[in-house]
């Protein structure tokens, strides 16, 4: 059993902004991946898929964007291109196909057991992703129909002939929803709970406005329900040259069915809520308050001058309606689950986890000495699973290793409902 200071248990951002800030603080310290570096942004996402941040915000500790195109928006293979220029930078020590098997408490610090070796550190950080989630109706489906979750699609001609229902109405599901549509598939989209927002707004890229009126670094304290603020469902929008903007009524409008969320499969039958006009006020809603937001910070920083004039944008206005439906009568072949992503914890023996499965923490520190939890939404800061959030957790991460060095007994206080 190999000694060390720090394991860090996943190379990807949050990893690597985690062993940025342990390098400079001297801390020895290894990064395991099960795989490669930045191994989901290698295998799990479609061809055509661009980050839905600009260019400008993709910023890691003692690293940031330094091409010509500031506003543009990586790709996959780009982002891990960069990835990989960041570890070379500062020696990240990643040792890669090292997929940690256990993870369990000893006298003063923790047993990290790998598929290769394994190691006892003072402390561990869990920077691992999550894994894809499909909900239960996909095994009552008949097995003729073609099931794919967002992390295994990669473009429309990796899909049988025919209709396809888009399960999930966030990013990954409208946009690959508008993908099969201009490639000519006839698509139902179920939607549930949705972010919408505007690629563009008075001018600026949206993303922008947020950084501005502090919506990204507002912090878990100051929301109400911690856990419905986690699992807040990401906007609807898309990266890259596209000056369209993306969103239920653009599909509406390229022949897209739009439904209530599904909510039940029996072998080729479906039937849907009739939820979709609550979900479409819900959203239409939040979009308002945070675009009267926006409009006060430029009334109150006197940009009325520098920005466009408010457009009026165009509410949701969905013509089709649909309860059930017979996929093989309809024609549709493909469901595709855009369903979102849940973190599992089969190796991990210390009992930090909730009701639900999830790690409980406050600023990415546990209950348990030592052990740590990084890159999840909203950990402490709303922007804390962006790639640009990842910064400000690792610093705190570092620093309370650093506070604790020497003593077991540091512990964070966790807040209620926390």
Known sequence: MRKIDTVVIGAGHAGLATSRRLTDAGRDHVVLDRARLGESWRSSRWDSLRLLTPNWMTRLPGWRYRGDDSEGFMTA?????????????????????????????????????????????????????????????????????????TSRYRN?????????????????????????????????????AHTRMPRRYRGMDIMWWLEQIGAFGRTIDQVRDPRSARREPSMQLRGGASAHELNLATLNEAGVVITGRLTHADGHRVRFGDDL????????????????????????AGLQGEVLPRPRLRPVAVTSRLDAADLRAAGISTVVWATGFRHHYPWLRVPVLDRHGDVRQYRGMTSAPGLYVIGQRFLHRRDSSFIDGARHDARAIAEHIEASDGSRRVRPLLPEGV
């Open 277 to 300: 006009p609550v979900t479409l006020a819900a959203a239409e809603s939040r979009l308002e308050r945070t675009l009267a937001e926006i409009d006060r910070f430029v009334d109150a």
């Open 77 to 149: 293979p780009e982002l891990t291109g960069y990835l990989d220029a960041y570890a070379r930078s500062f020696g990240a020590p990643v040792q890669s196909w090292t997929a940690a098997t256990d993870v369990a408490p000893l006298a003063d610090g923790y047993r990290v057991t790998t598929t290769q070796d394994s190691w006892l550190a003072r402390n561990v950080v869990m920077a691992t992703g999550a894994r894809a989630h499909v909900p239960g109706h996909s095994a009552r489906l008949d097995p003729a129909v073609w099931q794919i979750h």
């Open 156 to 192: 429309p001609d990796q899909l049988p002939d025919g209709g396809v229902l888009v399960v999930g109405a966030s990013a990954s599901g409208v946009q690959i929803a508008a993908e099969l549509r201009e490639a000519g598939r006839d698509i139902v989209l179920a939607v549930g």
